[in-house]
Each structure stands twice: as C-alpha cells, then as structure tokens.
C-alpha cells in the first residue's frame, strides 16, 4: 500500500465513525479481485458490536451496481482515503462502474486484501474487511418517523438496503 498500514484488532480500533461516514466516506468494494468487482462512494453508515462481534453496517439503494456484487458474494471491503482524494470519491459516487471505468478516471491502485476477495486500495488510510452477515431492504412501513422517509426517498421502489457485516480486518495508517 502506498501508506505505511498497521493492523489492528477490531476490538482495539479507534474512530471517529460519525466523522468518517459523513464527512470523510468511504469507497465500499464487492466482488472479486481475481475476476470482477465494483467500487461505491458511501457516506451513511454505523460501526458497533452486535451478535457478540464487531459490525458495520452499510446501505445501498437496490438500483446501484454495486449492490449485485454485494448480492452475489458476501464479502466487502471499506477504504477511507485522505482529503486529497475527495475528488476520486466523488466520481465513485456519481459514475456507474456499469458505464465506465473508475479506476482510469479516478487513478486510484487496487490491491488485494488480506482476508476477503474484493479488493481495497494503496492510497486508503483505513482499511476494513468485512463478512455480510445479514442483509435486509427497507420497508416504508417500518418508518416510525416519516420525516427520514419524505426527505431522502421519491418512492418505496428505491429505499437502501442494509448490509450488516463482520469487520474481520481493520488495517490503518500508522500514526
């Protein structure tokens, strides 16, 4: 990796994940390194624990590309990048890899990970590999509050669905 990585446990991993959703995304990668994958910007998300293990959990709209690589191998990786590459996710985020190629119009290295097949990339500063554990579509009838549901969906066809995942690797930039 072009940063200097150290592993470190998921139980001993310290973030500011509020920050790092919103402000800082991530790219989230499904596939396959060795055969096809695909790259997304995401920046709505959460880290915990759950089930007794470390989780973070993931929302992608069904209509994204991504989504069928999420579908047919559960496995993903999410890699944090410095500001510098604000520009890379932004593409990620608005470019459908169905339509182009990201990775010439971003120039971002993928790379292999460590413990699951998609790839991450040389130039994150954080990485994570995560195992999908459970995977569930939004319901419109499952809005307690409908503020969330008039504001960020035009109809019940495109709410997300949620990716909740077994972080089984966290790697990060030494400090």
Same mark, same amino acid.
Not at 5 to 16: D, K, L, Q, T, Y
Not at 31 to 57: C, E, L, Q, R
């Given at each position: ?30 596939? !396959? ?37 999420? !579908? ?19 593409? +990620? ?6 339509? +182009? !190629? ?41 809005? $307690? ?15 997300? $669905?949620?990716? $909740? ?11």
């Amino acid at each position: 990796m072009e940063n200097d990585m150290n592993s470190v446990e998921p139980s001993e991993f310290v973030a500011r994940p509020f920050a790092q959703f919103d402000k800082g995304w991530f790219l989230l990668t499904g596939g !396959d390194f060795s055969a096809k994958w695909n790259t997304m910007t995401v920046s709505w998300g959460f880290a915990g624990t759950m089930w007794g293990k470390p989780i973070v959990a993931v929302v992608v709209r069904p209509t994204r590309y991504t989504r069928e690589f999420l !579908d047919a191998r559960a496995e993903f990786t999410l890699s944090a990048f410095p500001e510098k590459y604000r520009k890379a996710l932004t593409v +990620c985020g608005t470019k459908s890899g169905r339509d +182009c !190629d990201k990775m010439a119009l971003t120039g971002l290295t993928p790379v292999a990970s460590e413990t699951v097949n998609p790839p991450t990339f040389r130039e994150a500063n954080l990485v994570m590999e995560c195992r999908t554990l459970y995977r569930q579509p939004m319901t419109e009838a499952s809005f $307690i509050d409908r503020t969330p549901f008039e504001k960020w969906y035009s109809s019940a066809d495109d709410l997300h $669905i949620v990716y $909740i995942a077994e972080v089984l690797a966290v790697r990060q930039v030494k400090v």
